[in-house]
């Protein structure tokens, strides 16, 4: 996925974990950045107090990572992969029976509007309770004289991905409906207007939800109703 969906690649590790012994280190190593990130901010951190924490030497650190940097976007992505196992678990869960259509309601699948739903509901579990998901989310942190990455690109092409078959099911003009067989033109067209609009869904919500946490710490209720109308009705557009 990284690298191919429009948004920064996550730098490789320095080596790869092999064994398992060193893939339940690595795992711990971003496990206790994560949990000091909820204690403490990104520039105090440092890689020996993540170190000291997850119960390694400095060196195991450093074997994976050159910085804390390269070990923050680790953990970014490692969340953006969690938020994606999440929401096709919830998916697989609510997947029509043999008596219900692709829009038959919660108990039954509900089409692309219960997906969306799943989505947003994911990302405030996440948010309420992931270890250091509040400061670092789907991307690193940067000072505001810096380049900022584009870990919504990543996020909304994730999601796309993830929801192509429910996509697939919306009606005539839909993402199911590119205007018939063999027309690439209209093929890539409703491509692209299905990226553009994911990723303008994924940016609203993104400043809205942020503005319903400045609110109420756990997410303002009427903000994140009102969130997930906006999606519904702004992606209707292009997937009914």
């Known amino acids: 996925m990284i690298g191919q969906d429009g948004g920064v690649p996550i730098p490789p590790l320095r080596r790869q974990p092999v064994q398992r012994r060193s893939t339940e280190r690595l795992g711990r190593i971003l496990d206790a950045c994560a949990e000091l990130l909820d204690e403490i901010s990104y520039e105090e951190l440092s890689t020996r107090a993540v170190a000291e924490r997850a119960n390694v030497p400095i060196g195991s650190v450093y074997r994976f990572f050159s910085n804390k940097r390269a070990m923050a976007e680790a953990l970014a992505h490692r969340n953006l992969d969690e938020y994606a196992a999440r929401i096709t678990r919830r998916l697989a869960a609510s997947e029509?029976?043999?008596?219900?259509?692709?829009?038959?309601?919660?108990?039954?699948?509900?089409?692309?509007?219960?997906?969306?739903?799943?989505v947003v509901d994911e990302y405030l579990a996440m948010k309420r309770g992931a270890?250091?998901?509040?400061?670092?989310?789907?991307?690193?942190p940067v000072p505001a004289t810096a380049q900022p990455q584009q870990p919504n690109h990543l996020v909304a092409d994730r999601l796309r991905m993830l929801l192509a078959d429910r996509l697939a099911s919306g009606g005539p003009g839909g993402a199911g409906d590119s205007g018939g067989a063999g027309d690439t033109a209209g093929d890539e067209a409703a491509e692209e207007r299905l990226r553009v609009a994911f990723l303008l869904a994924v940016e609203t919500a993104d400043a809205l939800l942020r503005l319903a946490f400045r609110v109420d710490p756990e997410g303002d209720p009427a903000i994140v109703a009102e969130t997930k109308e906006l999606l519904r009705a702004y992606l209707a557009r292009v997937l009914d």
């Not at 089409?111 to 739903?117: P, T, V």
């Not at 998901?133 to 690193?140: K, P, Q, S």
Request: hydrophobic share 25%.
């Open 96 to 118: 029509p029976g043999p008596d219900n259509g692709p829009d038959s309601g919660p108990d039954g699948g509900g089409g692309w509007r219960e997906a969306m739903d799943v």
């Open 131 to 140: 270890p250091g998901f509040a400061l670092i989310e789907f991307g690193n």
